[in-house]
C-alpha cells in the first residue's frame, strides 16, 4: 500500500515513518521490510521507556542515575510526540483506504 499519498500533507520523521508502517503492516507479511519486522524484539517490557510509557514500573525509574533520567525523560517526550505524529497518520491512512474501498465497492455495486 502506498501509504505517502495519503499522508502527503503530515511531515513523518524516519522514527516515524517506521512506526507508522509497523502499525500498519500484517506481521507475517512478506515485503522489502519482513527481515527488519522480523529482527525487532518481541517485546520491550525490559526498557526503560517501556517503564514510563506503560506506568507500571516507575519505581524502577528513581533507581537510574540522574542522567539516565534526564535522558530517559527526553525520549520519552520525543516518544510522545513521534507516537501523536503516528496516530494522526495512521488514522488518516485507515480513512482514506475505507473511503476507497467504499468507492470501489459502490461503483461494482456491492453494498
Same mark, same amino acid.
Given at each position: 500500500?502506498?501509504?505517502?499519498?495519503?499522508?502527503?500533507?503530515?511531515?513523518?520523521?524516519?522514527?516515524?515513518?517506521?512506526?507508522?508502517?509497523?502499525?500498519?503492516?500484517?506481521?507475517?507479511?512478506?515485503?522489502?521490510?519482513?527481515?527488519?519486522?522480523?529482527? =525487532? %524484539?518481541? *517485546?520491550?517490557?525490559?526498557?526503560?521507556?517501556?517503564?514510563?510509557?506503560?506506568? +507500571?514500573? /516507575?519505581?524502577? &525509574?528513581?533507581? =537510574? %542515575?540522574? *542522567?539516565?533520567?534526564?535522558?530517559?525523560?527526553?525520549?520519552?517526550?520525543?516518544? +510522545?510526540? /513521534?507516537?501523536? &505524529?503516528?496516530?494522526?497518520?495512521?488514522?488518516?491512512?485507515?480513512?482514506?483506504?475505507?473511503?476507497?474501498?467504499?468507492?470501489?465497492?459502490?461503483?461494482?455495486?456491492?453494498?
Amino acid at each position: 500500500m502506498d501509504y505517502a499519498k495519503k499522508v502527503k500533507d503530515l511531515v513523518l520523521n524516519s522514527t516515524q515513518a517506521i512506526s507508522m508502517h509497523l502499525c500498519l503492516k500484517e506481521q507475517n507479511s512478506q515485503d522489502a521490510f519482513a527481515i527488519y519486522r522480523a529482527s =525487532l %524484539p518481541r *517485546s520491550f517490557a525490559e526498557h526503560p521507556l517501556a517503564w514510563l510509557v506503560l506506568g +507500571n514500573l /516507575d519505581h524502577l &525509574v528513581e533507581l =537510574l %542515575p540522574p *542522567s539516565c533520567k534526564r535522558a530517559l525523560k527526553d525520549v520519552h517526550h520525543r516518544f +510522545n510526540h /513521534d507516537w501523536d &505524529v503516528v496516530q494522526q497518520a495512521v488514522v488518516r491512512v485507515l480513512r482514506e483506504t475505507m473511503r476507497s474501498y467504499l468507492q470501489i465497492t459502490i461503483r461494482v455495486g456491492v453494498v
